[in-house]
């Protein structure tokens, strides 16, 4: 495969850019070589600068639901950008996207447009910590919020140490309020929150992790969290950056059947466009500004583009509720063939999937939390990564991430991913 155009501006990107990239995983540096340059995207495909295509199976790191470019977006797009891309003053446009929002997710009565997943987490814990008025929030091993600087923590040496950071940069007092538990581990939680009670402002938890490859949170898990959080007055945060959306209508909170007191959005509900949101019960929302006194502001949020693209996306979520049946058939198809594969090759890899975002680990045996999941042999997974793109599939360049499929994913691709699954295992093991 060519990918020489590639190479040459990933050569000229480094020049001016730190690591050439602007977000560290696009670098490939965890499966090694050199990024691939995407110039075009159509449907579930798209087209590097060497003109080599590949069936994408990470939807801009999950906001295409629907695939590249869906008309219905790109006409939304246009018609929008024509009247002017930002006034700094209130328009119609976001408040239709926050009536649908509400109108979708029963636990939010109102929400807070911003630009970034990262934004809605770190605002969300402002606005717990001001309506409790606590300082310290718990969260998981493994789970991923974004990269403001109290959640870059890892655990101490013992569950019931403060986190330390895990990037200079962060300092120690950003890190001493951070207190890190294990996933699917009620009891690692309820340690902390009985060693730290009447201190803990929130729980943040990806209740369907997707930032250490797919993780489902148990049903006992769950649920203890969520009545812990009643009992303690901790605001229960889930992140559904990423599981908003994607893994059902009503995302990861309608799958395992909890309500949470606030929920973050990000990737869907942008359309592709930069977005993020917070939102909740009214009372924790009505602390924010220019209400309450937690302050939280943005130039560009609620961006009119922005809400006419993510418009366009829950609009379509909204008018085709068959869309997660047919995604879960979809997903389920890839899911058989892989089984299928890894039975002909004698392997037992653990693979992990809620509806439309799935993940292959390279290690034996259930993965339940972060420590399962890091003995996956990521070096294999590297060469496999390489082995897929050379079929024309592109994955994501880590192997703790997720794999996700659109509604214009066809049979056709699916066969094609299937087949490229069997050779690249069977190449590489
Ligand atoms: C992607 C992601 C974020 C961060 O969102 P950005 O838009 O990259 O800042 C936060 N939480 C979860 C669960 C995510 O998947």
């Given amino acids: ?15 001016y850019i730190p690591g050439g990239v602007n977000s560290p995983v696009r670098a490939f540096k965890s499966v090694g070589g050199t990024p691939l340059f995407i110039k075009e995207g159509k449907g579930s495909k798209f087209v590097d600068v060497n003109d080599n295509s590949y069936i994408d199976y990470i939807g801009s790191w999950g906001p295409h639901l629907f695939g590249h470019n869906p008309p219905f977006i790109t006409e939304a797009l246009e018609e929008s950008f024509r009247k002017g891309v930002s006034f700094g003053a209130p328009t119609a446009i976001e408040i239709e996207m926050a009536k ?3 109108d979708l997710i029963p636990s939010i009565e109102l929400i807070r447009m911003v630009n970034s997943g990262t934004e809605a987490t770190m605002s969300a814990v402002r606005a717990a910590r001001g309506y409790t008025g606590r300082e310290k929030i718990i969260k998981f091993e493994g789970c991923y919020h974004g990269h403001a600087d109290f959640f870059l923590i890892k655990a101490g ?19 001493a309020d951070t207190l890190i538990a294990d996933f699917n581990d009620l009891e690692s939680v309820q340690k902390l929150a009985d060693a730290n009670k009447g201190e803990i402002a929130a729980i ?16 006992v898990f769950i649920k203890g969290l969520r009545k812990l959080c009643d009992d303690e007055g901790i605001v229960l945060i889930f992140d559904e950056v990423m599981t908003g959306f994607r893994v059902a209508r009503g995302g990861a909170q309608e799958v395992l059947g909890v309500t949470p007191d606030m929920t973050t959005f990000g990737k869907i509900i942008g359309g592709g466009l930069p977005v993020g949101a917070y939102g909740g019960k009214r009372e924790i929302m009505n602390k924010i500004s220019p209400v309450g006194p937690v302050y ?3 130039t560009l949020s609620g ?27 979809k997903a389920l198809y890839l899911e058989k063939g892989f089984k299928s594969n890894l039975e002909k090759l004698g392997k037992n890899f653990a693979m992990n999937r809620i509806g439309s975002m799935s993940c292959m680990f390279f290690t034996e045996g259930e993965v339940k939390n972060y420590k399962d999941a890091v ?46 699954h069997y050779e690249s295992l069977k190449a590489v093991l």
Avoid: C
């Fill in 375 to 420: 003995s996956s042999d990521t070096a294999l997974y590297g060469k496999y990564f390489h082995e897929m793109l050379n079929h024309g599939v592109y994955l994501a360049p880590a192997q703790f991430e997720a794999m996700f499929i659109s509604t214009v994913h066809s049979t056709e691709d699916l066969d094609k991913t299937i087949k490229a």
């Fill in 100 to 102: 649908i929002m509400v």
């Fill in 296 to 298: 939280q502001a943005g």
């Fill in 1 to 15: 495969m060519d990918i020489s155009k590639s190479e040459l501006l990933f050569a000229e990107a480094q020049k």
């Fill in 303 to 329: 961006n009119p583009l922005a809400m006419a693209a993510g418009y366009a996306a829950l609009k379509q979520i909204q008018d085709n509720p068959g869309i997660y049946d047919s995604l879960e058939e």
């Fill in 157 to 175: 040496s013992g569950a019931l140490t403060f986190g330390e950071p895990t990037s200079p940069g962060v300092t120690k007092g950003s890190a």
């Fill in 204 to 219: 943040i938890i990806e209740p369907i992790a997707g930032n250490m490859g797919v993780i489902s949170s148990s049903d």
